[in-house]
């Protein structure tokens, strides 16, 4: 799988956009974008998950670079329980399915200040 | 609800004493994972068990050993042979098959030993 690159630690205010970047750009053809997060000594929580479209649901957004070697996880109005670690991961189709293929790394920190 | 149960959240045993930890699920799910999370760090994989009576090993699987003897639990032993047991221990279950799924996580095991 894929390796990607986050930035060790972000800070945002509440209330305003949370825009998390990740270079993935070994990514091959049949690998999507994984996203997770973990609040502090919780197990990791899904959030979303793409392969070459921008997809929604209730918790954020992703967007995919068209050429796919990046991508952005956005919280449109972060609150402070969305301070956590985040973590975006590529997964082959095909790897095993399921957490088998989900190599986390440390993720990036993200702080939501009051 | 549906969901993934690790017991007990804290734990906490003698140098040289064998512990097993306990992971039930009822999402019907046919995978489940063993991942270990030292402080700051990111998860790395133990074990992992795709179908009843069938496990394989994951990274870091010296000094633990698993069973899977029904679909629904997937308990892991930590042996005195793992020479740093003392950790944050998280299992997660997900389908299988040709189609990316997510992966969903309990709530973790602290162990340490003392």
């Known amino acids: 799988d894929a390796k990607t690159t986050q930035p060790t630690s972000m800070d945002c205010a509440e209330g305003r956009a949370a825009n998390l970047p990740c270079n993935h750009s070994?990514?091959?053809?049949?690998?999507?974008v994984y996203w997770y997060r973990q609040i502090h000594s919780q197990g990791p929580q899904y959030i979303i998950h793409?392969?070459?479209n921008n997809e929604t649901n209730e918790m954020a957004s992703l967007i995919i670079t068209e050429d796919r070697k990046s991508s952005t996880l956005i919280l449109p109005h972060a609150t402070l329980r969305d301070t956590a670690v985040y973590y975006c991961?590529?997964?082959?189709?095909?790897?095993?399915?399921?957490?088998?293929?989900?190599?986390f790394g440390k993720g990036t920190h993200l702080i939501i200040q009051p | 609800d549906g969901g993934i149960t690790q017991s007990p959240k804290y734990l906490f045993r003698k140098e040289g004493q064998n512990v097993t930890l306990s992971c039930e699920q009822n999402?019907?799910?046919?995978?489940m994972y063993w991942y270990r999370q030292d402080p700051g760090q990111g998860l790395r994989l133990i074990y992992y068990?795709?179908?009843?009576?069938?496990?394989q090993k994951g990274d870091i699987a010296e000094g633990y050993s698993v069973s899977r003897e029904k679909k629904e639990s997937f308990p892991l032993t930590v042996t005195s042979a793992q020479k740093n047991p003392t950790a944050f221990y998280l299992c997660?279950?997900?389908?299988?098959?040709?189609?990316?799924?997510?992966?969903?996580f309990g709530q973790g095991t602290r162990l340490t030993v003392v």
């Open positions: 997660a279950s997900s389908m299988v098959g040709d189609r990316n799924t997510e992966a969903f």
């Open positions: 070994t990514i091959s053809g049949n690998e999507y």
């Open positions: 793409g392969l070459k």
């Open positions: 991961i590529v997964k082959g189709l095909y790897s095993g399915g399921g957490a088998d293929g989900l190599t």
């Open positions: 999402l019907n799910h046919d995978a």
């Open positions: 068990s795709q179908i009843v009576n069938d496990f």
